[in-house]
């Protein structure tokens, strides 16, 4: 039974009698999905009827009004008839018209809530919300909850800005503390709105400290370290205070929560968060806020031997050490000495690689560029040997170049604080004069980069009076950004006035470096004095330098304030000078960093297509990194188009945004969009694209990311290809400085292991960036840096032996095999092994061989295969097969040549096999002992022995430096020595001389 | 459920009964379909799917409706009719082929009545979309349907001398209704041509034209249109008035406009 026409039943609506027209209403919202064209001709009645007041069954009248407009495609006349339709409108039905409503029901809701949320924020007249829209949306939060939907619900209610909703759907989770931090991840990374997220986080901070005990079972206790992250983000120190100082009146295990939180704030929180904590926390506990180093020592003895008997009682002394402890941890003394140890212990630098680029090194960028790389290579290891075996060569740098050399060892140095002046001692300006002014400038930029974001008291102290009575140009530059470093985001106004008077001194070279040294003490603080001084000065000045400086500067005043910075960058924007315009980009990138918001997004790629300057957009795509490098998987596609462009600039700023967003993830993608740019017709967007895939492979094997083989074998062409463009050879040394940075032992990322922006390394990469100016500043990567380290500790804050378990086989996360010496030469034999001519040749002598190769095979080296064995098979080799190794080191390091000369085909097929059955007794996990690297992908599959007397206080998979509870409280725990800085192998030397120093080299000029 | 059903057919058999007396009372009989229709939507009245309903209250529905429409013809209301009509055509044309049912009796009584009302209401239009879905045979032969399938051709001719004969030969009584409303209808367009085309027309003349039989049918239909009989046994027609709606055409503005078009498009290629 089909009926061909609706008009009967619509003629049925113009009866008289009220029931007939119900019927006819709903058999036509029955029959609607198939005739509404024809009932659409008749809508009008149907809207009076839903008029007409007497009419009882309004609301099916409304609902089939909705449905006609939904058909016709009008969805805000469909919408606000299912609104009318009230209780009519079933939101649990699965049709395609309830479930497109609903979505415009929410977004219109959310659109609404929006609008009132930032009409509130205005003080303007809240827009109404109509109270059935609020009805429908309330119904559906209701389905999901009773449908167990909660991650749906939360959504929603975090769209919709429904605070009350979000607290009920959380509370009834079952899982509560996933739900929580599921939560805590969605409103640090998602949410782009700063208000909300502080009245979200609030919230959760609230239901955190309430956690109900009959709810989460046994563990009661508050999930402090959560906690305290979302107090970092909400920016009240207050509460961490209040957290920590109950934690350190517990038992011994809260005292080690506290210092785990406290070595989590460090690592997350800024500086000034942290210094008003420590105040907070001295005022608290302790009458006398001043404690020596030695007293700090006595009290870690005191800890661990029965306590002395002491003028005060037991508890007060405890609670003083901790308190003092705490400071300690806080201010970054302990971490940055952990840190310190951690490089030392583990460096595994490859001498060879450089020594490889300095005999290709033909001129003065090149030789720059090496110099800069060491640095990166021995970044915070503290080994200079490089520069001490080759003083002859290093000598070659004059000028400037010497600047940058002298400030290498600050990166060498870093978190080196111990000794720093006295390390640094011949190269900082004395008081007599003839030191080279370049080497002078450069020893206090260097101090800087040893104190970055850590230059409390004595060194702030100290180059400020350098600073003051400096009258060279060049010193007060090299002073200027080391001032800045050392008091980085502290906002100190004696520092910031010294900088400023600098700058009115209207010099290009003093001023370039004091405008991004103010930025840089004021980083984030978006003090109004501060941005009318910089804008204003940038504005009048006729050097570009210091126009560029300052760009750079008021872009860093803006960090994190989002919405904040947008009149700024408006009136930035719209100035003639185009690096103006280039700062208010910069100010975009950091006043956003982080967010992936789209606003900045949208105008970031506007300026990148339509500016006329080359400049302002390669930063305007260079920016789009900053922006998006929480979510590194969306950048490629972003800038995939932006790579292809006619415009070489917007080429390079694509490679950098690549290089940038996915620093250390091995991003497929993004290697992809880089491989192509690497061979470009310019020379400079060949050099981003090296530096970049650099930054994105760096800390990755050849079984985390295939791709790193051809990249590492790319840079070394380039750097030996005597026909190549000195631009693309600065790229791919800086690149293998990069991807082999810190010792390998370090990656590359702007956010902390807690997900929090980490300050100092976006301004190292912000800063890093401009080496496209002023190549010193290629430094500041150093600050971008971060360990991949696990360190354990004990109470103490001593790190115990104890060993981990790494769930993969060794080899897949393994550091490279150090390269051999005669590299160059060989290498060279294997290109013309490979042509095709001597291929067939030696197809014919193999099968000749054939017959031989039976009764020779055993002779065959091991470390071989078909084709260059991968690091892995070697490294296995190293492990397993020890003994044959050790007989074959010198063919390792050139296999490949091996191969092609010593054996045939056959042979290499049971050398295969061999290898195959070498390989699956390979153990399926390591023990690595602590303090160990663990590259990010490996934390995942990191976890304690079972039999270990240790059990760790957080997740492993954090990684960083996490504090272990010892289990066997009856037996003496085993610590590791502290080694002395300069690295293992020079433990003979004392302790004394230790800063004992690359001095010796003088610079000839 | 049947019970309901044998409530409504009882109904219906009282309506049929008061229906057919000579002179039926309608009030009560309207009141009574008003009820039976409240009944109806009890039942599957008007359904739109196959299963859940019987013949029976398929055929008890039709005949409700083809009294009604009846009725409302009567009743001398158009709305109604049309009302019923369009619920019946789904019995009609949808449903019967489907099932066994026997044809109605009134069926293409009403369906003729339907297209006159049709054309009675000068809404040819609808009147072609109708007859499309009858048969052709029917079309042809059917007495009730070729009716007013002639009555539209000779609209169409302007034969509007057969159409005031055609009045004396309908097939049903229930016909002349929409007859005379049609005659009206073409006396009024007559009218309307009359007042274009002269300017002054003698009563007598007129008379003829309009077909009216005698003189005081005519002095009626003069005086609702506002004409007046002058001394000379003359109507005379008002023409100025008319050439108000003439409008010169923008003749001026449009050549610009095209003249632009032919510009850009020149522009574009």
Known sequence: MHITSAAGVISLLDEPDDELQVYALNRLNDIVPEFWPEISDHVEKIEVLYENEAFKHREISALLASKLYYYLGSYEDSLNYALCAGSAFNVKESSEYVVTTICKCIDHYTKLRQQAHDAKADGDMKPDIDSRLEEIVNRMFNNCLESGQFKQAIGIAIETKRLDILEKAIRLTPNLSEMLSYCTNLCTRMLQHKGLREDILRLLVRLHSNLDPTTTGATSQPDYINICQCLIYLDDPASVSDILRKLIRGDQDQISLAYQIAFDLYDSASQHFLSDIVQALKAGTTPETTTTQTDETDAQVEEKAPPKPVAESQSDKVLRDCTDRLARILGGDESIELHLQFYIRNNHTDLQILKNTKDQVRNSVCHNACVIANGFMHCGTTIDQFLRDNLEWLARATNWAKFSATASLGVIHKGHENDSLNLMSTYLPKDSTGGSAYQEGGGLYALGLIHANHGKGKITDYLHAQLSSASNEIIIHGGCLGLGLASLGTANHDVYELLKSNLYQDDAVTGEAAGLSMGLVMMGSNNPQALEDMVAYAQETQHEKIIRGLAVGIALVMYGRMEEADSLIETLMRDKDPILRRCAVYTIAMAYVGSGSNKANRKLLHVAVSDVNNDVRRAAVESLGFILFRTPEQCPSVVSLLSESYNPHVRYGAAMALGISCAGTGSKDALGLLEPLASDSVNYVRQGALIASAMILIQHTDSTCPKLKTFKELYRKVINDKHEDVMAKFGAILAQGIIDGGGRNVTLSMQSRTGHVNMSAVVGMLVFCQFWYWFPLSHFLSLTFTPAAIIGLNAELKMPKMEFRSNARPSTFAYPSPLEEKKGRETEKVETAVLSTTAKQKAKDIKKEKRKASTSSTAVTPATGSRPPTVEEKMELDETEAKLAKKETPAQGEPSMEVEQSTTPKEKETEKEKEKEKEKPEASFEMISNPCRAIPPQLKVISMPEDSKYTSLKPLSHGGIILLKYKKSSEPEDLLEPVAAGGPKKEEVEEGDEPEPPEPFEFVE | ?269
């Not at chain 2, 044309?93 to 009302?117: A, M, R």
């Not at chain 2, 005659?183 to 009218?191: M, N, V």
């Open chain 2, 1 to 269: 459920m049947p019970s309901r059903l044998q409530e409504a057919a009882k109904m219906y058999e009282t309506l049929k009964t008061d229906f057919a007396k000579k002179t039926p009372d309608l009030e009560k009989c309207s009141l009574h379909l008003r009820n039976l229709k409240i009944a109806l939507t009890q039942l599957k009245f008007l359904p739109s799917d196959k299963n859940s309903y019987s013949d029976q209250e398929f055929v008890l529905a039709r005949n409700v409706l083809e009294i009604g429409a009846q009725l409302s013809i009567r009743k001398k209301d158009i709305p109604a009719f049309e009302r019923y009509m369009s619920q019946l055509k789904c019995y009609y044309l949808d449903y019967v082929t489907e099932v066994g049912i026997f044809e109605s009796p009134y069926k293409q009584e009403l369906l003729g009545l339907n297209l006159l009302c049709l054309l009675a209401q000068n809404r040819v239009a609808d009147f072609h979309t109708e007859l499309e879905r009858l048969p052709a045979a029917d079309i042809q032969n059917n007495e009730y349907i070729k009716h007013p399938v002639a009555i539209e051709q000779y609209l169409m001719e302007g034969n509007y001398n057969k159409l005031f004969l055609a009045k004396g030969n309908v097939p049903a009584e229930s016909y002349n209704f929409f007859i005379d409303i049609l005659l009206g209808t073409i006396r009024d367009e007559i009218a309307a041509c009359m007042e274009k085309s002269y300017k002054n027309i003698l009563f007598s003349e007129a008379l003829r034209m309009l077909y009216f039989e005698d003189q005081a049918e005519m002095n009626n239909y003069a005086t609702k249109k506002g004409w007046k009989l002058e001394s000379d046994k003359c109507f005379h027609f008002n023409t100025s008035k008319q050439n108000d709606d003439v409008r010169s055409l923008p003749s001026g503005d449009l050549a610009q406009q095209m003249i632009d078009y032919a510009r850009e498009l020149e522009m574009i290629i």
